[in-house]
């Protein structure tokens, strides 16, 4: 199996597909390539929320905002697993989680090649390529060729970490999916900790609830994601909208 997950939308994905097809025979699925534009946070989020229920597979991954640039091409091997994109630490979550699930060790290899025939299209030229050659040689034995260079000092990325304090937390938004629930990096134990019926988000006063179903339609409401973090939702509605919450911003959890 070869998964693909991009930023690109459509058509750009088909070119990397038909550039693996024609070195190997893998079955690919698409995971997504509607991934937030350019936001290497938001991708880094999703799919180590993702790829790690995947069986072995190769997972090629291109969210690239500096393309063209001399950042490097990687591939990771994590067990059975790996994962080919840029080196700008959106593979570094995912590699932990896998990491941290299968008792595996994270090795990192830059890939070596030709100069490629686009500079803003190295999924195509670059890592489409590479993903099918770790693919066709093997997961356990692509380092052995001279196109895959052992380093040791990949990119490092790590989410931020909340403040918890006796009384709440202070957070951020970590990311918002396509329903409008905004996810925050404030872990879900802060709201098990508490048994209100309320709490105060940024001052305002918001219902705590396991499922959406337990409000109305329309209200908002706090809750843990499956994720394991705080979310902030409003039941078939917006939280982004409702909360006036991006990416990024700021969040005050109090009991």
């Known amino acids: 199996m070869l998964t693909l997950s991009s ?9 990397m597909k038909g550039v693996i097809l024609q070195r190997t025979d893998a079955r690919l699925v698409d995971v997504s390539h509607d991934l937030p534009r350019q936001d290497v946070r938001s991708a880094a989020f999703w799919l180590r929320e993702v ?23 990687i ?16 593979l570094r979550p995912v590699a932990r989680r896998l990491a941290e699930r299968t008792d595996a060790t994270i090795e990192t290899f830059a890939i070596e090649g030709e100069e490629p025939a686009s500079s803003t299209f190295h999924g195509r030229d670059v890592f489409a390529p590479a993903a099918a050659d770790v693919h066709q040689l093997g997961v356990d034995q692509f380092d052995g060729d001279e196109r895959f260079r052992p380093i040791d000092d990949p990119v490092e990325f790590s989410f ?45 006063a918001i219902g705590v609830a396991d499922t959406y179903a337990e409000l109305g ?14 979310e902030l939702a409003v039941r078939e509605g917006r939280g982004d909208v409702a909360f006036d919450l991006e990416i990024g911003d700021d969040v005050e959890l109090r009991q």
């Open 217 to 230: 339609v329309g209200d908002p409401l706090v809750t843990v994601g499956s994720h394991g973090n705080v």
């Open 51 to 73: 790829l790690p229920y995947f069986p072995p597979a190769v997972h090629l991954v291109v969210v690239d905002p500096t393309v063209g640039t001399e950042r490097r091409a």
């Open 160 to 204: 931020p970490e909340a403040e918890l304090r006796e009384d709440g937390a202070d957070g951020e938004v970590l990311a918002i999916d396509d329903f409008g629930n905004v996810i925050t990096n404030i872990p879900g134990d802060v709201l098990d900790r508490s048994s209100a019926d309320a709490i105060a988000i940024n001052d305002r």
């Open 7 to 15: 930023d690109f939308g459509s058509p750009y994905p088909a070119a």
């Open 75 to 90: 591939a990771a091997r994590v067990g059975e697993h790996a994962l080919v994109g840029p080196d700008n630490g959106v």
